[in-house]
């Protein structure tokens, strides 16, 4: 079946630290990948996309690559700031489903 | 442009006590539209998903039902709830019959605590 697993947190870096959260999936055919953010006591916002192998989301200076060849959406930031403090989800759809699977979160923390 | 809203923001209900929790999108025509609980410090489970007025499809057997009385809004229910139901409910919505991609758009959620 489809499924998506996410690097185990929690996650503490410091301001100005490079970010990456890794991102594998499993699934057939040809899946959208997502990556979601959830700010303390808020909806989850969609944070990128990529809809097809080698594309590039890109939000907020953020950034995932859709690898297909290591099914892998892994999220990265060069340089984090304390804002950034979130729980991040990933997640895919594949063609004609109607839902979307999702991996655990990982929660981030910025200390300054 | 598009708007979920939910309500009400926060609830705190006794067990036994029933549940209705309000969900409705503005600016889409039949989105798809979706419920989602969130327990603390957990990932998100799907509740229930709906593609049209009156349909309704049940992921996980539980003490809580959904309703779709017009094309954007979506109703959680409960006739008695229980402490396990405590936890934050998010509602959310999907552009039907795209092709290439689902993202789903969330509500602010609501936090229900059962005492």
């Known amino acids: 079946g489809n499924s998506v697993t996410q690097m185990e947190g929690p996650v503490t870096l410091s301001e100005e630290a490079f970010l990456t959260i890794n991102c594998t999936y499993t699934a057939t055919g040809y899946p959208s990948l997502f990556w979601y953010v959830q700010y303390p006591g808020e909806g989850l916002q969609l944070l990128l996309k990529?809809?097809?192998?080698?594309d590039k989301g890109s939000n907020k200076g953020f950034e995932a690559t859709y690898r297909k060849e290591t099914t892998s959406f892994h999220l990265e930031k060069g340089s984090v700031q304390v804002s950034d403090s979130a729980v991040y989800f990933c997640?895919?759809?594949?063609?004609?489903?109607?839902?979307?699977?999702f991996g655990q979160g990982t929660r981030l923390t910025i200390n300054p | 442009s598009q708007t979920i809203h939910q309500w009400p923001a926060t609830l705190v209900q006794p067990v036994g006590s029933p549940l209705s929790l309000e969900c409705t999108v503005e600016g889409t025509s039949n989105p798809n539209l979706y419920w989602y609980r969130q327990a603390a410090g957990r990932g998100l489970q799907l509740l229930f998903y709906s593609v049209g007025i009156g349909q309704i499809s049940s992921e996980v057997p539980q003490n809580l039902s959904a309703s779709r009385p017009q094309d954007r809004q979506f109703i959680l229910s409960s006739k008695k709830l229980l402490l396990s139901d405590s936890g934050f409910y998010l509602c959310a919505w999907s552009v039907p019959g795209l092709a290439a991609s689902y993202e789903q758009y969330f509500g602010p959620g609501t936090r229900l605590t059962v005492t």
């Open positions: 997640a895919l759809s594949r063609e004609g489903a109607q839902k979307l699977v």
């Open positions: 990529a809809t097809k192998a080698d």
